[in-house]
C-alpha cells in the first residue's frame, strides 16, 4: 500500500511523532481518467503517486501535477494544496493603481470573484490524500513545514533556497562544507548590529583638533565623530580622507545607504567623522592643532547605514565607495555604534573587498583582466554557497563598475574623465546582471567640450571590455555608436524624439536609458538625463505609456508548457522553459513601465523602483515582494544554468530535470507573472488593441 514518503520533501523535516500523526490522517484516493476532484475535497494536502492530475481555473489550465514513477525523469512525487486559493495571486495581490484613475483599477480589483482551483485526472491517477486540519496543527508548531508549504512565494523561496545548499552535502561536500555554506548565507543576511560596533565620541566642530586626538588617544581609536553646527565649513569635507570616497565609482542604489545632505541638528546622520588621517593632513598643512577646529578637517555628508540593514548592505556599500567606517543609525535618528571594516571582514570571512582592491591597483590592462577573471570565481564561489541572488548582483554590480572605472581611466586623459560621464544600461545598470553578456553602456559629453580622439577612446573601450570576456551589444548600443555617445544637450533632444515617435526601436532605447546608472566622470550629467526624461515624459502622448507597457507581454503564456511536458517526455529540448521571456522580461519591463508611468526616474534597479511604487501606493508591499523575489528565482535559476553549461547566454531549463519543490516553486513564480501580466493588460488596457 502507497504511503508517504518522509525522506522527501517537504515531509522529510517533520519530528517522529508527527510522522505518526499524519499517517493516521492519510488515505489512498482514486481518482480515473478525467474525473474531477469533488469540491468536499478541497480540504486536503495530496501527493500524486501515480498518473497526473491538472490544475485550472474558471477552465483555464494552469499547472500539472505528476506521479513520480510516471516517468524516470520525474525525481519525486509533485504535490498540491487544494485549499491554496487563486487570490493569493490574483484579487488578493494588490492591484496596480493608476497615476491618472485610481478609482478604476480599485474598481476592477474590487469586482473579482474568489473561485477555488479545479482539479481533474488526466488519467487514472493514485493520490495520497492528507487532512488539511492535521497538516494546520503540525504546521503551528514545526516552523520548517509551515515555511515549506505557505501560500506565501517568498516563504517558500526560502525553503527552496535551504533546500540547495543542503544538496551541497547529498553531492559530497561534506559536513563541514554544507554548514559553511549556511553560515555564509546567514552571516549575509544578519543585521549589521551582529558586528561589533566601534564606540560612539562625538565632539562639536568647533573643538581643537587637539582635543580630538585627546579623545581618540584615550579611547583607543583612529577616529572621532563630529556634531556639525550650523554653520560648519562642510564644504572642505568632499576630499580623498572623506568617508565617501572622492573616486568615480559606481552610485548607490536608493535604498543602500543614507547621505546627509542638510543640517539638521535632530539627527545623528549630519555627524561627520575625523580620523588621526586628517590630524597628520592638518600637521603636514603646519596647522597649530590646539587652534585649529575640528570642522576644518573633518568630513561631513557621511554615509551612513540603518541598524536593521543586513551586513551585505554594509559590504556592498564599503566596497562601492571605497570607504572604511559606516555610522549606524537607530530608528530614531541616533547613532549607536561605528562598523569599520576590518571588523566587519574579520566577522564574515568574505573576499570581494580583495578583489576591489586588485581592481583598484590594476596599473596596466593585464593586471586588470586578472581582477575581471576573479570576479568570475567569485560569482560560482557565491553561487554554490547558497548566498542570495540578490546580494550577489548587486555586487557583481559594483565590481563591475569598478573594472570600467578603472579601464577608462587608464584610456582617457583626465580632461575627458573630468567633462564626460560613462553609463552602463540594462541588466547591468539595474543590478540585476550576473554574468558577463553584452555591453549596454553610453558617454554622456559637456556641452561644448570635444576632444578629437573621443571616438578612439570608446571604440578601445568597447573592444577592450569585450576581449575581457563583456560581450559587444548586437543592437550596438555602445558608445563606440554616435547615437549612444553625444554632448548633453543633443542626447536630450534624442530622448525627446524617442518620447514622440512611435518606432517600436525607440521604446527599446528608452528602457536602455531608463535603466542608465552612473559608472565614472560627471555625475552631473547623468543627473540631468534623469531631469529631462521627467519632462519629455510629461509632455509626451498620455498613450504612449500602453504602447511602451505592452512589450511586458510580447512573448504570450507559458502554462501550455506544462500540458505538453508529459508527451514529450523523453525530448528535453522540447519542453525548455526560456527563462527571459518567461519570467525576467515580463517582470522587470512591466515594473520598469510602472515607474515610468508614475515619474519614478531616478532608479534604475527594479527591486528600488518596487520599493517607490509601494511608496506611492500603486503597490503593496506584499505585492511588491511577490514579484521581486519571483524575479530573483528566475535569475537564480538562470545562473545555475548558465554555470553548469558553461554558457554565459544560457537561459533555457528542462521542468523535468527539477525536484518536486524546484517544479512546485517554478509553477508558483509562472503564476505570478501571469497574474501580473493580466494586472497590467488590464491596467493599460491592452485588449483594446
Given at each position: 500500500?502507497?504511503?508517504?514518503?518522509?525522506?522527501?520533501?517537504?515531509?522529510?523535516?517533520?519530528?517522529?511523532?508527527?510522522?505518526?500523526?499524519?499517517?493516521?490522517?492519510?488515505?489512498?484516493?482514486?481518482?480515473?481518467?478525467?474525473?474531477?476532484?469533488?469540491?468536499?475535497?478541497?480540504?486536503?494536502?495530496?501527493v500524486v503517486i501515480k498518473g497526473?492530475?491538472?490544475?485550472?481555473?474558471?477552465?483555464?489550465?494552469?499547472?500539472?501535477?505528476?506521479?513520480?514513477?510516471?516517468?524516470?525523469?520525474?525525481?519525486?512525487?509533485?504535490?498540491?494544496?487544494?485549499?491554496?486559493?487563486?487570490?493569493?495571486?490574483?484579487?488578493?495581490?494588490?492591484?496596480?493603481?493608476?497615476?491618472?484613475?485610481?478609482?478604476?483599477?480599485?474598481?476592477?480589483?474590487?469586482?473579482?470573484?474568489?473561485?477555488?482551483?479545479?482539479?481533474?485526472?488526466?488519467?487514472?491517477?493514485?493520490?495520497?490524500?492528507?487532512?488539511?486540519?492535521?497538516?494546520?496543527?503540525?504546521?503551528?508548531?514545526?516552523?520548517?513545514?509551515?515555511?515549506?508549504?505557505?501560500d506565501k512565494l517568498p516563504e517558500r523561496?526560502?525553503?527552496?533556497?535551504?533546500?540547495?545548499?543542503?544538496?551541497?552535502?547529498?553531492?559530497?561536500?561534506?559536513?563541514?562544507?554544507?554548514?559553511?555554506?549556511?553560515?555564509?548565507?546567514?552571516?549575509?543576511?544578519?543585521?549589521?548590529?551582529?558586528?561589533?560596533?566601534?564606540?560612539?565620541?562625538?565632539?562639536?566642530?568647533?573643538?581643537?583638533?587637539?582635543?580630538?586626538?585627546?579623545?581618540?588617544?584615550?579611547?583607543?581609536?583612529?577616529?572621532?565623530?563630529?556634531?556639525?553646527?550650523?554653520?560648519?565649513?562642510?564644504?572642505?569635507?568632499?576630499?580623498?580622507?572623506?568617508?565617501?570616497?572622492?573616486?568615480?565609482?559606481?552610485?548607490?542604489?536608493?535604498?543602500?545607504?543614507?547621505?546627509?545632505?542638510?543640517?539638521?541638528?535632530?539627527?545623528?546622520?549630519?555627524?561627520?567623522?575625523?580620523?588621526?588621517?586628517?590630524?597628520?593632513?592638518?600637521?603636514?598643512?603646519?596647522?597649530?592643532?590646539?587652534?585649529?577646529?575640528?570642522?576644518?578637517?573633518?568630513?561631513?555628508?557621511?554615509?551612513?547605514?540603518?541598524?536593521?540593514?543586513?551586513?551585505?548592505?554594509?559590504?556592498?556599500?564599503?566596497?562601492?565607495?571605497?570607504?572604511?567606517?559606516?555610522?549606524?543609525?537607530?530608528?530614531?535618528?541616533?547613532?549607536?555604534?561605528?562598523?569599520?571594516?576590518?571588523?566587519?571582514?574579520?566577522?564574515?570571512?568574505?573576499?570581494?573587498?580583495?578583489?576591489?582592491?586588485?581592481?583598484?591597483?590594476?596599473?596596466?590592462?593585464?593586471?586588470?583582466?586578472?581582477?575581471?577573471?576573479?570576479?568570475?570565481?567569485?560569482?560560482?564561489?557565491?553561487?554554490?554557497?547558497?548566498?542570495?541572488?540578490?546580494?550577489?548582483?548587486?555586487?557583481?554590480?559594483?565590481?563591475?563598475?569598478?573594472?570600467?572605472?578603472?579601464?577608462?581611466?587608464?584610456?582617457?586623459?583626465?580632461?575627458?574623465?573630468?567633462?564626460?560621464?560613462?553609463?552602463?544600461?540594462?541588466?547591468?545598470?539595474?543590478?540585476?546582471?550576473?554574468?558577463?553578456?553584452?555591453?549596454?553602456?553610453?558617454?554622456?559629453?559637456?556641452?561644448?567640450?570635444?576632444?578629437?580622439?573621443?571616438?578612439?577612446?570608446?571604440?578601445?573601450?568597447?573592444?577592450?571590455?569585450?576581449?575581457?570576456?563583456?560581450?559587444?551589444?548586437?543592437?550596438?548600443?555602445?558608445?563606440?555608436?554616435?547615437?549612444?555617445?553625444?554632448?548633453?544637450?543633443?542626447?536630450?533632444?534624442?530622448?525627446?524624439?524617442?518620447?514622440?515617435?512611435?518606432?517600436?526601436?525607440?521604446?527599446?532605447?528608452?528602457?536602455?536609458?531608463?535603466?542608465?546608472?552612473?559608472?565614472?566622470?560627471?555625475?552631473?550629467?547623468?543627473?540631468?538625463?534623469?531631469?529631462?526624461?521627467?519632462?519629455?515624459?510629461?509632455?509626451?502622448?498620455?498613450?504612449?505609456?500602453?504602447?511602451?507597457?505592452?512589450?511586458?507581454?510580447?512573448?504570450?503564456?507559458?502554462?501550455?508548457?506544462?500540458?505538453?511536458?508529459?508527451?514529450?517526455?523523453?525530448?528535453?529540448?522540447?519542453?525548455?522553459?526560456?527563462?527571459?521571456?518567461?519570467?525576467?522580461?515580463?517582470?522587470?519591463?512591466?515594473?520598469?513601465?510602472?515607474?515610468?508611468?508614475?515619474?519614478?526616474?531616478?532608479?534604475?534597479?527594479?527591486?528600488?523602483?518596487?520599493?517607490?511604487?509601494?511608496?506611492?501606493?500603486?503597490?503593496?508591499?506584499?505585492?511588491?515582494?511577490?514579484?521581486?523575489?519571483?524575479?530573483?528565482?528566475?535569475?537564480?535559476?538562470?545562473?545555475?544554468?548558465?554555470?553548469?553549461?558553461?554558457?554565459?547566454?544560457?537561459?533555457?531549463?528542462?521542468?523535468?530535470?527539477?525536484?518536486?519543490?524546484?517544479?512546485?516553486?517554478?509553477?508558483?513564480?509562472?503564476?505570478?507573472?501571469?497574474?501580473?501580466?493580466?494586472?497590467?493588460?488590464?491596467?493599460?488596457?491592452?485588449?483594446?488593441?
Amino acid at each position: 500500500m502507497p504511503h508517504l514518503d518522509f525522506a522527501q520533501p517537504p515531509f522529510d523535516v517533520l519530528s517522529l511523532a508527527e510522522r505518526q500523526s499524519l499517517k493516521k490522517h492519510t488515505q489512498v484516493r482514486y481518482l480515473a481518467a478525467d474525473e474531477m476532484l469533488p469540491t468536499t475535497n478541497l480540504n486536503c494536502f495530496f501527493v500524486v503517486i501515480k498518473g497526473q492530475v491538472e490544475q485550472t481555473l474558471n477552465a483555464e489550465f494552469v499547472a500539472n501535477y505528476l506521479g513520480g514513477n510516471h516517468t524516470d525523469h520525474i525525481q519525486s512525487n509533485d504535490w498540491f494544496d487544494s485549499r491554496r486559493r487563486p487570490e493569493a495571486l490574483l484579487t488578493d495581490t494588490p492591484s496596480i493603481t493608476s497615476a491618472s484613475n485610481p478609482a478604476a483599477d480599485s474598481d476592477f480589483n474590487n469586482s473579482q470573484s474568489s473561485p477555488h482551483y479545479q482539479y481533474r485526472a488526466g488519467e487514472d491517477t493514485l493520490l495520497l490524500q492528507v487532512d488539511g486540519a492535521a497538516i494546520d496543527r503540525i504546521s503551528a508548531q514545526n516552523h520548517l513545514i509551515r515555511q515549506l508549504l505557505s501560500d506565501k512565494l517568498p516563504e517558500r523561496l526560502k525553503a527552496l533556497q535551504q533546500r540547495r545548499s543542503a544538496q551541497g552535502q547529498a553531492l559530497g561536500l561534506g559536513t563541514t562544507s554544507y554548514t559553511a555554506q549556511q553560515e555564509v548565507q546567514q552571516i549575509m543576511l544578519q543585521p549589521v548590529t551582529d558586528v561589533t560596533l566601534l564606540p560612539i565620541h562625538i565632539i562639536d566642530a568647533e573643538q581643537s583638533l587637539y582635543q580630538a586626538a585627546q579623545i581618540m588617544t584615550k579611547a583607543g581609536l583612529k577616529h572621532v565623530l563630529v556634531r556639525p553646527t550650523e554653520h560648519s565649513e562642510t564644504a572642505a569635507s568632499f576630499d580623498a580622507h572623506s568617508n565617501i570616497s572622492s573616486s568615480t565609482t559606481a552610485s548607490t542604489n536608493a535604498s543602500d545607504v543614507s547621505a546627509s545632505t542638510t543640517f539638521d541638528s535632530r539627527s545623528d546622520r549630519t555627524l561627520g567623522i575625523l580620523t588621526d588621517t586628517d590630524i597628520c593632513r592638518a600637521v603636514s598643512d603646519q596647522r597649530d592643532p590646539a587652534n585649529t577646529a575640528c570642522q576644518h578637517y573633518a568630513s561631513f555628508n557621511l554615509r551612513t547605514i540603518d541598524a536593521d540593514h543586513e551586513i551585505g548592505d554594509a559590504l556592498l556599500t564599503m566596497t562601492r565607495y571605497r570607504i572604511h567606517r559606516l555610522p549606524v543609525i537607530d530608528d530614531e535618528g541616533k547613532a549607536i555604534g561605528v562598523l569599520g571594516q576590518s571588523d566587519m571582514l574579520a566577522h564574515i570571512g568574505h573576499h570581494s573587498q580583495l578583489i576591489s582592491i586588485q581592481i583598484e591597483q590594476a596599473k596596466d590592462l593585464a593586471s586588470l583582466d586578472t581582477a575581471v577573471e576573479l570576479i568570475g570565481r567569485y560569482i560560482r564561489a557565491q553561487q554554490q554557497n547558497g548566498v542570495k541572488i540578490g546580494i550577489v548582483s548587486r555586487m557583481v554590480q559594483t565590481l563591475n563598475a569598478q573594472v570600467f572605472t578603472k579601464l577608462w581611466q587608464l584610456i582617457v586623459p583626465e580632461e575627458v574623465m573630468k567633462n564626460s560621464c560613462v553609463i552602463v544600461m540594462g541588466s547591468e545598470g539595474r543590478g540585476e546582471q550576473i554574468m558577463r553578456t553584452d555591453q549596454d553602456n553610453a558617454l554622456i559629453i559637456r556641452d561644448g567640450y570635444s576632444h578629437e580622439r573621443l571616438a578612439e577612446f570608446a571604440e578601445t573601450f568597447n573592444n577592450q571590455l569585450a576581449d575581457f570576456g563583456y560581450p559587444l551589444c548586437n543592437g550596438n548600443i555602445m558608445m563606440t555608436n554616435p547615437m549612444w555617445r553625444q554632448q548633453l544637450k543633443p542626447f536630450k533632444a534624442q530622448i525627446s524624439l524617442w518620447f514622440k515617435n512611435t518606432d517600436p526601436i525607440h521604446s527599446i532605447y528608452l528602457s536602455a536609458i531608463l535603466d542608465g546608472e552612473y559608472v565614472c566622470g560627471d555625475e552631473s550629467l547623468l543627473t540631468q538625463i534623469r531631469k529631462h526624461l521627467k519632462f519629455a515624459h510629461q509632455h509626451s502622448d498620455p498613450m504612449l505609456i500602453r504602447q511602451f507597457a505592452r512589450a511586458a507581454l510580447q512573448f504570450g503564456e507559458v502554462n501550455q508548457w506544462w500540458q505538453k511536458l508529459v508527451p514529450l517526455l523523453g525530448k528535453p529540448k522540447a519542453n525548455n522553459i526560456d527563462l527571459k521571456k518567461a519570467g525576467i522580461f515580463p517582470l522587470v519591463h512591466g515594473i520598469r513601465a510602472l515607474a515610468l508611468e508614475h515619474d519614478i526616474l531616478e532608479v534604475p534597479s527594479t527591486k528600488n523602483r518596487l520599493k517607490l511604487l509601494v511608496n506611492a501606493r500603486t503597490l503593496t508591499q506584499e505585492r511588491a515582494d511577490t514579484l521581486n523575489e519571483a524575479l530573483e528565482f528566475f535569475m537564480a535559476q538562470r545562473l545555475s544554468v548558465a554555470l553548469m553549461n558553461k554558457d554565459k547566454y544560457a537561459h533555457q531549463i528542462d521542468p523535468t530535470t527539477l525536484s518536486a519543490l524546484e517544479r512546485d516553486v517554478l509553477k508558483e513564480c509562472l503564476a505570478v507573472v501571469k497574474s501580473f501580466k493580466t494586472q497590467l493588460r488590464q491596467h493599460y488596457q491592452l485588449d483594446l488593441g
